[in-house]
């Protein structure tokens, strides 16, 4: 059974970085584009960032362009997500998923698995 579990969230003031880590078990995602989503309370899922086929193309929302950095080990098999100057509007639950098969890397709807989530709140 394929899974993706989220690690890395937490407390962190405004202007802090946090990690996240997203580690795959059950398959291998290495030759698989990965991307990072998140839900703040009251609103829908949006993409974060996102890595193409080729993994070597990375893609950002242009609300943290800048400051979020995807990458990935594959000998780990874990995506990463480092956050560097962090908002309050940062705050949210954040998942990552796979996508196995074509479709828009910025949309939801592209990709199979998911990950639980892991808590990320900012504060002012």
């Known amino acids: 059974q394929a899974q993706l579990v989220e690690s890395g969230g937490g407390l962190v003031q405004a202007g802090g970085s946090l990690r996240l880590s997203c580690a795959a078990s059950?398959?291998?995602?290495?030759?698989?584009?990965m991307g990072w989503f998140r839900q703040a309370p009251g609103n829908e899922r949006e993409f974060v960032a996102g890595l193409g086929w080729s993994g070597d193309r990375q893609y950002y929302a242009d609300s943290v362009k800048g400051r979020f950095t995807i990458s990935r080990d594959n000998v780990k098999n874990t995506v990463y997500l480092q956050m560097n100057s962090l908002k309050p509007e940062d705050t949210a639950v954040y998942y990552c998923?796979?996508?196995?098969?074509?479709?828009?890397?910025?949309?939801?709807?592209?990709?199979?698995?998911w990950g639980q989530g892991t808590h990320v709140n900012v504060s002012s």
């Open positions: 059950g398959r291998a995602f290495s030759g698989y584009p």
């Open positions: 998923a796979a996508r196995i098969g074509g479709g828009n890397v910025y949309s939801q709807s592209s990709y199979t698995f």
